[in-house]
């Protein structure tokens, strides 16, 4: 039996050191198992120059898997089921360097979903997803070249912001569209071009906010003045309701003459 690097011995050394054989086979055994167990079932583990390219694409998974080699530098996890980035999914991989995450159904990004890799990964992928908005905490920090193209985005204030911060794949951000918008007109075309236009999202979301506002002042407005006319008119009916009681009651003047009249009687 031939075993690679420092396990190699020849036939004497067998017979020679049985216990350096045995040592070396402890040591294979060891080195064949720690691999084995460092590569998720459902990927295929590489590795290339010193460095471990996992390979976990079209194995419908529905979860990143957690028992990843700590020395990946690669992770290809596209055309699968991933719905969900969560917080810190990468954080046992300091040395990854490529993320493919594309043709998934990932909809949802938690702030801290890239955190622990943010310094190291320098291309990723989330191409060809259902993300419509980004959180900016999550691409803090991060100077990977970034594909987000075949999203169903919506156009507005924060999605402007967080893509003025990253470094679109130049390939592919003229694929990257706003589906929806807060100005409809600009539905089905490319976000960079709108931008480039000089359309400020952040502008319109003010403005919509300060309408907002007024409507609801202008309402609040209308209701004080319809119960300041509902409390005036009232208090107008109650006096002159009081008003034709007083007129009703009988005068000084008449009760005085009666009175005389009684007494010229007696």
Known sequence: MTFPGALRMSRNHFFASPCSLLSGLHLAMLFFSTVTRACPKSCLCTERNGLVVVQCASRNLEDIPTDLPHDTVSLLLSSNHITKIPSQAFKEL?????????????????????????????????????????????????????????????????????????????????????????????????VIQVLDSGINFCNFHHKTTDVAMFVTMFGWFTMVIAYVIYYVRHNQEDARRHLEYLKSLPSSSQISKDFDTISTVL
């Open 94 to 190: 300091p040395r990854l360097q490529e993320l493919d995450l594309s043709r998934n159904a990932i909809e949802t990004l938690d702030a801290g979903a890239f955190q622990g890799i943010s310094e190291s990964l320098r291309v990723l992928d989330l191409s060809h997803n259902r993300l419509r908005e980004l959180p900016k905490e999550a691409f803090a920090r991060l100077h990977a070249k970034i594909g987000l193209a075949n999203n169903p985005w919506h156009c507005e204030c924060t999605l402007q912001e967080v893509l003025r911060e990253l470094r679109l794949d130049p390939e592919t951000v003229n694929e990257v569209s706003c589906h929806t918008s807060v100005q409809e007109e600009y539905s089905g075309k490319p």
